[in-house]
């Protein structure tokens, strides 16, 4: 296959992860404005740092407001990351790689991309945005059960995977190293009304708050989510769980193509240390440090994959 | 009626009742209620867009995706018919070849004096850089898009051979499927001729003249200029139905003697190149320097014999228009006989007593420009107005050799689905053709119409739209 074949498609998984995780965002962001009295705008803040946008947004704008950050991250064309770039940005790729997808696929991309143009034509009025983070959610979902009802399970499924997984692993770390302070040890042993509100807003992004409490208490405990989110092989959407399926679909990709890359050792040695870690331990050394690491270790990967598999545009 | 009262419908005889190839389809439509038939033509249209089945409409931004209409009524041509129609095709083609195959080595045609050589020589549309050199198995044209249009029950013109890269065949085989989807009962009361095995066949084609430089399993790709050519669609839906690469010039570097393309495995060579890129635009070095579709250096691997190009490079000779009132003698030549199928009689501006009664007769004739494409840079005389016809006569009194006249023909009509039930339009067809050590023709093709009333434009940058095109079996 063509290198700009397969960057193509992981450059469209990636975008279409990123989408969703931005809904979940905001979806958790709404939650945390109707669940506390005298909301600060601060919250939105973190939420459009746990985007990565801050920065350009502060640009654009004097003061975060709820109104602005939710236009920004969901409409925003300035903002390569808003839900309607991404989905734009994928919808191109998808349509340039238009070959290496099933039917199903293509046309669960371009009807999700159709409905989010008139979607998020205009301002999403407070009112109406439950059901339009519904809407790209359930829209996301079609594409990817379209992709794994019907794709070949060959290189192109394992690049598209290795670039949803790595958004993903990107996405959770991020959130977790925006929240970090709310996590450490020193803040509380038993959290007030206040640190529930921020822990279940953690779960809450990345869809978890359910989930958590099958897996653990009922009780919120901040070692418990890191280690959820960092360490549970079982949670979709942990490091732990990223990597082991980052690593598998680059060994089919080593079998396929007979030939071991530094992509592979990298992969293989960060889903080595987070096997060997505790959440202690994650605590100890640093959890910022740690998430930071991580988050330049995972890029580093990308870079890798990039080259090993001669990606172009 | 508009203009064209007399026109001869395919679908209804003069008596009220229907052509005998349109007799089972047209007891099921009495029986549908109108209102679901609109319906149904909604589905379809939405079916067309999240197929993703549009076209690029070149300067307008945001209605950077078109939708080319769909009409729901089939076209129905009868197996007799259709046989007339393939043999008369199917001889064209074959002159097509050997006319090409002659004007780029002995040009016997010409020392006959058949053809004025400078028609030949001074034509932009043919290649020096062709000369001697003969492609793969002989093929020049391995697929050519034949316009055709009916006037009556047994007349049937040729109105261009398209032998550079004829597209559209993408909307023959969606339209098909999108009607067997939408009215699967009618597909058991007609029995129709599959066009489904189109893509495979095409692959099967273009494989079978590999390069003498190929040694196993050829590979093919298909050139596209990218994203942003209106017919990226249909170049991406080839490639995906034969399950072969689509590449773009950037995709594509010579190597070692061979066109190679970047893969994540590093370089891997291509052996048959399906091209929708124009002549100009293939090879830098050779033709257009500015070209950044094209591939440089893949002029010389094509004479090497180490890659097929298909179209080849210089067929656009062969369907420029004032090579095509040479056709009859053109077909004549070649295969020993006449033609099965008519020309529309075509008048040469170049020559003066020609010339002469065009400017006399603009009012009757339709003009159009020895290299325009697409129903562009042409005038129809009956329904243009006195400024623009004067205008017209300016033109072509400049440069009279830029142009050819013909006569308005009245061109059948087939009907379309309209808010009050059925109303006829005038139509064309387009049927493909694969050659290769033989010729074979889909039994279908696109069949374009013109949706405004009275209309004779069928093309789709001037709102025309398509139907499905059924050729009944005995």
């Known amino acids: 296959m063509l290198g700009r074949t397969a960057n193509g498609l992981y450059w469209m998984f990636r975008y279409i992860e990123r989408a969703e995780n931005i809904a979940r965002l905001i979806d958790a962001g709404l939650r945390m404005s109707l669940t506390r009295s005298g909301v600060t705008d601060d919250d939105w803040d973190g939420v459009l740092q746990s985007a990565g946008v801050r920065e350009p947004y502060g640009e654009m704008h004097d003061k975060t407001t709820s109104v602005d950050a939710i236009d920004y991250l969901l409409r925003e064309r300035a903002n390569p990351s808003s839900v309607m770039s991404c989905f734009e940005s994928g919808r191109n790729n998808a349509r340039m790689v238009r070959t290496a997808l099933t039917r199903d696929t293509w046309e669960a991309v371009n009807e999700c991309w159709i409905e989010m143009k008139t979607l998020l034509a205009k301002r999403v009025k407070p009112a109406d945005l439950p059901e339009v983070i519904d809407a790209i959610k359930r829209r996301v979902a079609l594409i990817r059960g379209a992709f794994h009802g019907s794709m070949l399970r060959n290189e192109l499924y394992n690049f598209a995977r290795i670039g949803t997984l790595i958004e993903r692993a990107d996405n959770t770390s991020r959130i977790l190293d925006v929240k970090y302070y709310v996590l450490l040890p020193s803040v509380s042993a038993v959290g007030s009304s206040l640190d529930n509100v921020q822990w279940e807003s953690i779960l809450r992004s990345v869809s978890a708050h359910r989930s958590y409490s099958w897996v653990y208490d009922a009780e919120y405990k901040p070692a418990n989510i890191a280690d959820f989110l960092i360490l549970n092989g079982q949670m979709p959407r942990s490091l732990s769980y990223c990597y082991e399926k980052i690593v598998s679909n680059l060994g089919y990709l080593a079998q396929e193509y007979d030939e071991r890359l530094p992509a592979h050792e990298t992969a293989d040695a960060m889903l080595r240390a987070l096997q060997a870690l505790s959440v202690r331990d994650i605590m100890d050394k640093g959890l910022h440090e740690f998430l930071e690491d991580f988050v330049q270790r995972n890029n580093q990967l990308g870079q890798e994959i990039s080259e090993g598999y001669r990606f172009y545009q | ?474």
């Open chain 2, 1 to 474: 009626m508009g203009n064209a009262p007399l026109a001869f419908d395919e679908m209804m005889n003069a008596d009220d009742a229907p052509r005998q190839p349109y007799q089972q389809y047209f007891e099921w439509y009495s029986g549908q209620n109108p209102a679901h038939l609109i319906g149904k033509s909604r589905d379809a249209e939405s079916i067309f867009r999240k197929t993703g089945i549009t076209f690029a409409v070149y300067g307008h931004a945001d209605s950077a995706e078109k939708l080319i209409p769909f009409d729901l009524i089939p076209r129905i041509i009868s197996a007799k018919e259709w046989r007339k129609l393939a043999q008369g095709i199917e001889q064209r083609v074959v002159a097509l070849n050997a006319f090409l195959d002659d004007i780029y080595h002995k040009q016997e045609i010409i020392r006959a004096g058949r053809i004025p050589r400078a028609l030949i020589e001074k034509n932009s549309a043919f290649l020096p850089q062709m000369i001697g050199f003969r492609p793969p198995g002989g093929v020049y044209t391995h697929i050519v898009g034949t316009d055709i249009v009916r006037t009556g029950e047994d007349q049937f013109y040729v109105l261009e051979d398209n032998a550079r890269t004829p597209s559209g065949v993408s909307y023959m085989l969606e339209n098909r499927e999108t009607m067997m989807q939408m009215f699967p009962e009618l597909f058991h009361r007609n029995k129709v001729q599959r066009v489904e095995d189109y893509p495979m066949l095409l692959r099967q084609s273009l494989a079978s003249l590999a390069p003498p430089g190929c040694k196993g399993k050829p590979r093919l790709a298909v050139l596209t200029p990218g994203i942003y050519n209106s017919a990226y669609y249909e170049h991406s839906f080839l490639a995906d139905m034969m399950g072969v690469e689509l590449v773009e010039g950037s995709d594509l570097r010579v190597m070692d003697g061979k066109v190679k393309m970047r893969t994540t495995r590093g370089y891997e060579a291509i052996d048959v190149l399906y091209r929708r890129v124009d002549d100009d635009f293939l090879d830098p070095l050779t033709f257009r320097p500015d070209s950044a579709l094209g591939i440089p250096g893949i002029m010389d691997v094509y004479r090497a014999g180490n890659i097929t190009i298909a179209n080849a490079p210089g067929t656009g000779i062969s369907d420029d228009k004032a090579i095509y009132s040479y056709m009859p003698e053109i077909v004549e030549f070649y295969t020993g006989r006449k033609p099965l199928l008519e020309n529309v009689p075509t008048w040469r501006c170049s020559e003066p007593q020609s010339l002469q009664y065009v400017l006399d007769n603009l009012a009757d004739l339709v003009v159009k420009e020895v290299h325009g494409s697409g129903g562009y840079g042409m005038l129809v005389g009956p329904t243009a107005s006195k400024k623009e016809r004067a205008e017209f006569a300016a033109k072509l009194a400049a440069r009279p050799a830029n142009y050819i006249a013909q006569p308005t023909l009245s061109l059948s009509t087939v009907p379309i689905l309209v808010k009050k039930g059925i109303a006829p339009r005038h139509v064309d067809l387009r049927p493909y053709v694969l050659v290769s050590d033989k010729v074979q023709i889909i039994p279908g093709g696109l069949t374009r119409v013109a949706l405004k009333q009275g209309s004779l434009v069928v093309n789709s940058s001037q709102g025309g739209g398509t139907k499905d095109t059924w050729v009944l079996e005995d």
